[in-house]
């Protein structure tokens, strides 16, 4: 199974970004699939999941911000980023939660 994460960058406060991730090798709409994210210094915390019913959850910080979404013709799970703050700089991660499989990282800088 591999998670191949893009879309990370450098963006403004109240920005947007879009991550992307794509999974190859696995059975890929069984999978609930969720956006982590790690922090210089700080624990990885879960900031959005969706399952295979299209359930999502999202952690408080992020509600009415981000928007988690998946295209399973496409294997892929999306992170819609909106109004970004500089908290939210930090290293995101896709996981397949089904597998227990991470992407590599994407990195997203939120600065002036």
């Known amino acids: 199974v591999q998670l191949q994460a893009s879309g990370g960058g450098l963006v403004q406060p109240g920005g947007s970004l879009r991550l992307s991730c794509a999974a190859s090798g696995s059975i890929f709409s069984l999978s609930a699939m969720g956006w982590f994210r790690q922090a210089p210094g700080k624990q990885r915390e879960l900031v959005a999941s969706i399952n295979s019913g299209l359930i999502t959850n999202y952690r408080d910080s992020v509600k009415g911000r981000f928007t988690i979404s998946r295209d399973n013709a496409k294997n892929t799970v999306y992170l819609q980023m909106n109004s970004l703050k500089p908290e939210d700089t930090a290293v995101y991660y896709c996981?397949?939660?089904?597998?227990?499989?991470w992407g590599q990282g994407t990195l997203v800088t939120v600065s002036s």
């Open positions: 996981k397949d939660m089904r597998l227990g499989y």
